[in-house]
């Protein structure tokens, strides 16, 4: 069953909890003159997301959908959105519309460059090498404050909505679990890793929308240079 939760002034994280994979998938509304939705998520949980949302906003007033990169759990159920709300256009990476999308879909995504002018104030920042797509993107939402980080900050388990508690501590521990199983490498680590952490902590985010875990108010730019900290451990090369 789908939860939703104000995470930050019209902002609504909409969680599932997979107990099979010990893990929650989190969608995020944003309640605006043009509602936009960040991730679709998988084709199997569209229903339950669909009657979340059409409870918060008339499915027809959808005007964006976004998302990091094209993998089922960021996008699968895309096409299944666009029938549902056929004004809305998609929103992604140049490389991911050249790539993917613009095959994918039955419209032309629109594909926005670092920190696109916008009617929306929306800002996809590329993050490449600090996910595991190479046509990721972290989405800022300009007027709460609010990064959208798509697997960054990944916990597992079914945890409170939002928190001030220390994502960072429990992110460094979820991947630690995943390297001892198939999602070994889950991210990258590069010469280019800290330099874009730093990128997106420079925005002082108020509020890290986070996908899988909870999101997190407090010391955002903090946790996002510590998380480099992690992620250097975990997949740095001397590991």
């Known amino acids: 069953m789908a939860v939703t939760t104000e995470i930050a002034p019209n902002i609504l994280r909409i969680s599932i909890f997979a107990p099979k994979g010990n893990v929650q998938f989190n969608h995020f509304l944003v309640k605006d003159n043009e509602p936009l939705l960040f991730h679709t998520v998988l084709r199997r949980m569209h229903a339950e997301i669909r009657e979340s949302v059409s409870k918060l906003i008339n499915l027809s007033e959808l005007r964006h959908i976004g998302f990091s990169h094209f993998e089922s759990d960021e996008c699968g159920s895309l096409n299944e959105w666009l029938a549902a709300a056929p004004k809305a256009d998609v929103i992604c990476s140049q490389v991911g519309a050249r790539v993917n999308v613009n095959d994918f879909i039955s419209r032309e995504p629109h594909a926005l460059t670092d920190f696109c002018d916008r009617d929306v104030p929306l800002s996809l920042l590329p ?20 990064l ?5 900050f990944h916990q597992v388990g079914d945890v409170e909505p939002l928190t001030s508690a220390d994502v960072v501590g429990r992110s460094h521990q979820a991947l630690k679990e995943y ?3 198939i999602l070994a490498e889950y991210m990258p680590y590069t010469a280019l890793t800290a330099p874009n952490l730093k990128k997106l902590a420079d925005q002082k985010p108020k509020t890290l929308a986070i996908m899988y875990g909870s999101s997190f108010i407090g010391g955002c730019a903090r946790a996002l240079d510590d998380l480099n900290v992690v992620l250097r451990e975990v997949f740095g090369p001397q590991n």
């Open 179 to 181: 390297q001892a199983g």
């Open 148 to 152: 959208f980080c798509s697997d960054l």
């Open 127 to 146: 993050d490449s090498l600090s996910a595991h797509g190479w046509d990721a993107g972290v989405l800022f939402e300009e007027t709460q404050r609010t």
